[in-house]
């Protein structure tokens, strides 16, 4: 069913950069987010708590950090 939402200028630009970012489009991405905050998909941060649930609290923290680097783009290991 249509839905019409009325967002700030400033938020529909901000929705724009990030839905072209991810090679989407708006729409998609809106559905997407939305999806998440209903808990109908998991999102990377979930799953990963799920995964890490049984570790120690410092543990979990470790591993945090351990993954941060994929976090990060290396221009030069796309050359």
């Not at 708590?49 to 410092?58: E, Q, T, V």
Request: glycine letters at 4%; a positive charge; aromatic letters at 6%.
């Amino acid at each position: 069913m249509p839905m019409s939402l009325r967002i700030p200028r400033q938020k529909e630009n901000m929705i724009e950069k990030a839905a072209m970012k991810e090679r989407k489009t708006k729409t998609a991405f809106v559905l997407e987010a939305i999806d998440e905050k209903l808990g109908l998909v998991r999102n990377r941060e979930s799953a990963l708590r799920d995964f890490a649930g049984w570790l120690s609290s410092k543990e979990a923290e470790e591993l945090r950090r351990a993954t941060d680097v994929f976090e990060t783009i290396q221009e030069g290991d796309w050359k």
